[in-house]
């Protein structure tokens, strides 16, 4: 059911993730039929998985592997991430996901925010039954954080954001998650301090490599590969750090390609123009660069872990995030 079934990262905690995919499936028995219907359309294709795996991997760093309790914090965080999307859908008037149709889509804008909602009060309910407090709080927190970075991103004057605005952004809406993910599940695990903070200190900046990546293919990937349609940040006037990038080699002289790609309304030669113009700068590749930078980062990061097959697995989790075409 994965999107990257065949990557090594994955191979010590297959069994949590086969039996977290059947939990997912199972979200929506005895609720309303319509969002019985929307949980299988969702989870069907569940994506990567990629943040229930560093739960997972993460809590295997710390002496108490209580796996049910474990899976409870995987299922919860996993259903924030897909809560956030489903709302964010309906924010960015998206179409398509992971190839499918969003819940918007499939339904309607109201259907998609109750669902929304219902996913996140099941990952409340989730929460609520973890043994220990400041994990409850971590998973609050993360998502006043998502909330956080959603409201800023939306009501912010339309303008061409700081590089270190865009990455206070994406902090907060991506990375926050990925650190609750590793720090959480150590929590749990009783972990050491250090390899409690090494963990988020890893999906800290694991998140970052991850949405800069996404921002990047979002300009420069395939359709096909990618899942969701290329070019929609720009189609809606969001700036992302390869246009902050494309804009900033102009020496001052970029103001002409900032108002374009502020623009609310694109016509499709507008954005056949602008792709080109944006793929044909530095903006891409210096943006690259800075996930990779991050990416290194995550790696120092897992220095301070003990040396064991988790430890590589994260590694390979890490690379796979800035390699990865979709």
């Not at 179409?95 to 929304?116: F, P, S």
């Not at 309304?265 to 080109?276: F, I, N, Q, S, Y």
Request: hydrophobic share 45%.
């Amino acid at each position: 059911m994965r999107a990257v079934t065949g990557a090594s990262f994955y191979a010590p905690v297959e069994g949590e993730l086969r039996e977290l995919e059947r939990r997912l499936l199972e979200v929506g028995r005895g609720a309303h039929p319509v969002f019985r219907e929307a949980v299988a359309h969702l989870f069907t294709t569940p994506g990567k998985l990629l943040r229930p795996t560093l739960v997972f991997l993460s809590s295997r760093f710390g002496p108490d592997q209580d796996r049910d309790v474990v899976l409870n914090l995987a299922e919860s965080l996993e259903l924030v991430h897909t809560a956030s999307l489903v709302h964010d859908d309906v924010v960015d008037r998206a179409a398509m996901r992971r190839n499918i149709q969003t819940v918007n889509a499939k339904w309607n804008d109201d259907v998609a925010l109750i669902v929304g909602d219902y996913l996140f009060a099941k990952a409340y309910a989730l929460a609520a039954v973890l043994p220990k407090p400041e994990v409850i709080a971590i998973v609050a927190q993360t998502v006043f954080a998502l909330c956080d970075g959603e409201l800023g991103e939306i009501t912010a004057t339309p303008s061409l954001p700081s590089e270190s605005a865009y990455l206070d952004r994406i902090e907060l809406k991506t990375a926050s998650l990925y650190a609750a993910c590793s720090q959480g599940a150590a929590l749990l695990a009783d972990a050491e301090p250090d390899h409690v903070a090494a963990l988020g200190a890893f999906g800290t900046s694991l998140g970052m490599a991850f949405q800069i990546t996404d921002d990047v293919l979002d300009l420069v990937g395939d359709e096909n590969d990618f899942g969701k349609t290329v070019g929609h940040d720009l189609l809606e006037g969001m700036p992302t750090l390869p246009m902050i990038y494309a804009v900033d080699e102009r020496d001052g002289s970029g103001g002409e390609l900032e108002a374009r790609i502020l623009a609310p309304a694109k016509t499709e030669d507008d954005m056949r123009g602008l792709l080109a113009e944006i793929r044909g700068s530095s903006g891409p590749e210096r943006a690259r660069q800075r996930a990779l930078a991050f990416h290194d980062a995550a790696l120092r990061a897992l220095e301070r872990l003990p040396d064991r097959p988790e430890r590589d697995a994260l590694r390979n989790a890490a690379d796979f995030v800035v390699s990865r075409v979709r």
